[in-house]
């Protein structure tokens, strides 16, 4: 797929220039967070999770969330509503969220390169050194310092995790 080696030519790019601390890792083609964790050898907590989301505002307006969760947590479509202030939440259609992302599902960054992107993120992915995600492709993944993501990424953090 064209857009995904854009995608992943624009991250590491951008990782760069903006002197980003990360490492790649290569792996077998996946894209299920729970078994790529595996292959990248860590717990899936320390990986984001990242799903957009389609919320209306009333009968006319729909506006995509980036929602970056920890791997092991599950997106509370509800928290996202409420903050959005939707009157409806659900997972975006794959062929508009891989039109989004620049990439397939299951490859999607915990980055909103694209403007119509408001990105979102819960607290708990920072309680790590390092996040790890599939780098717009299905055999290479980035562990991204932490600290490096916030700064350059400028998520909104909220609480978007399902209480457990």
Known sequence: MTTTNATYTRLITFLDEQEARYRLI?????????????????PASHAAKCIIVMVKLG???TKFILAVVPGDARLDLGAIKSIAQGTYAGFAPPDRAEELAGSVV???LPFAFDPRLELIAD???IEFDE???????????????????VRLAKPRFERIIERQ
């Open 123 to 125: 607290p708990q992915i």
């Open 131 to 149: 996040l790890f995600f599939n780098a717009a492709r299905l055999d290479q993944s980035i562990a991204l310092n932490t600290a490096d993501y």
């Open 106 to 108: 299951g490859t999607v």
């Open 59 to 61: 009968k006319k307006v």
């Open 26 to 42: 290569d792996h077998a083609p996946e894209g299920r967070t729970e078994i790529v964790s595996a292959f990248r050898g860590h």
